[in-house]
């Protein structure tokens, strides 16, 4: 089945008692159990609900793993992962990520007595440098956030695996439809599928997707055991979300793909941060991994000054300047404010994350009006 296909399909059967070919919010708690144990696999809506399982098919059979799980959040998904680690593990990460996932690094789970290493992932030699005995993870986004530089996740897959440590992969700016980490040897995935998977900027979740039993069994204890799950509601609205995700994607790589070469044309604009650019020094490894390069990306102006980025922040329309991203609209945000804010600012500098950096999520609305909004809010 190809994956476009599965985007409707997967996970999804019409329901058993109604026939309805949409999976049925299952909003209850707990379930009436005919005697003692016999409970036809649901017990309480914190281990097991009909309606996130649905879901969970649907995530792994996109991914092409064997097993997916939900959570309420990327972070809850986030933190599951970390919680396979015990005090004295070491994980090695990309500088430039996330500003939550460098928060939950640093001040959660470091006093815990884990040790975080931030290199720049587009050398592989600066991953193998911080290799050590007590490596037992690796983490990486691809494309970054909010800098778009690309991992080589088959040449990481390798060194991790030779260190016996795990390897995870951040794939929310790709989504399934331009990127399958798991393909090129990652042991798990995570998303925020608040973004493009929900993509309407109306839910919140998280979920983790991967093909080792054994992790299989450890993070489904951790999910029901320290209980960041969805609720049937929130599982609904992805389920939804997946079934459009493949025009979605086909729009916002076609709006990207425009926007990023107006703005580099752009006598104003200094540097645009965009993973199609033939000379940009990840594309020969994007293009082999990726199916497409998004409608993700980030600039800066020739005039650096951080008003001539308030004005730019402040002066688009159908931009709406807002955190988040992925959805149908168009969003513009100031990293260093926002997003990134929760790291110092002498290592966002390190990575290239400007004060003056300004990240878009190009939706999908007519090309034209978005590049029109944004030359008017340059001048």
């Known amino acids: 089945m190809r994956l476009e296909t599965k985007m409707i399909h997967a996970g999804v059967v019409p329901d058993p008692t ?24 649901y017990e309480y809506a914190r281990t097991q609900n009909p309606t996130r399982d649905a879901l969970q098919l649907a995530l792994a059979a996109l991914e092409g793993g064997a097993w997916g799980l939900s959570f309420a959040s990327g972070m809850a998904a986030t933190d599951s992962v970390l919680k396979l ?35 720049d992932m587009q050398n592989v030699e600066n991953i193998v440098a911080r290799i050590s005995p007590r490596t037992r993870l690796i983490w990486t986004e691809t494309p970054t956030n909010p800098m778009m530089t690309i991992t080589d996740l088959a040449a990481v897959s390798e060194i991790a695996h030779s260190a016996g440590a795990l390897f995870a992969v951040d794939n929310t700016f790709a989504s399934p439809y331009l990127q399958n980490p798991l393909d090129w040897g990652a042991d798990l995935v995570v998303h925020s599928a608040t973004k ?12 983790i997707i991967g093909n080792d039993p054994g992790l299989e069994e450890r993070l489904r204890f951790l999910q029901n055991s320290c209980g960041g799950v969805p609720g049937p509601q929130d599982c ?43 000379d940009s020094p990840g594309y020969a490894v994007a293009r082999r ?24 922040l402040s002066g688009t329309h159908l931009f709406s300047l807002a955190e988040s991203l992925g959805g149908v609209e168009s969003l513009i945000g100031h990293p260093a404010s926002m997003t990134h804010a929760s790291i110092p600012r002498e290592e966002r500098v390190k990575n290239g994350l400007v004060d003056s950096l300004v990240r ?20």
């Open 18 to 41: 109604t026939g309805a070919i949409m999976t049925p919010i299952y909003q209850t708690s707990t379930y009436v159990q005919a005697a003692p144990g016999q409970n036809k696999g």
């Open 360 to 379: 878009l999520s190009v939706g999908i609305e007519h090309v034209d009006d978005l590049i029109e909004d944004l030359d008017s809010a340059i001048g």
């Open 85 to 119: 680690l015990e005090p004295g593990d070491e994980v090695i990460s990309g500088g430039d990520m996330y500003g939550g996932t460098y928060r939950i690094f640093t001040k959660v789970f470091e006093k815990y007595g884990i040790g975080f290493h931030f290199v």
């Open 196 to 207: 493009y998977l929900g993509g309407h900027s109306d839910v919140v979740h998280g979920c």
């Open 236 to 278: 609904f609205l992805v389920l939804r979300g997946l079934k459009t995700l493949h025009v979605r994607m086909q729009r916002h790589c076609e709006n990207g793909r425009q926007i990023a070469r107006f703005l580099r044309e752009h006598p104003k604009v200094d540097r645009v941060h965009w993973c199609g650019f033939e």
């Open 289 to 312: 991994q990726m199916r497409d390069f998004g409608g993700m990306m980030s600039f800066t102006l020739k005039d650096d000054r951080m008003e001539a980025a308030y004005k730019v």
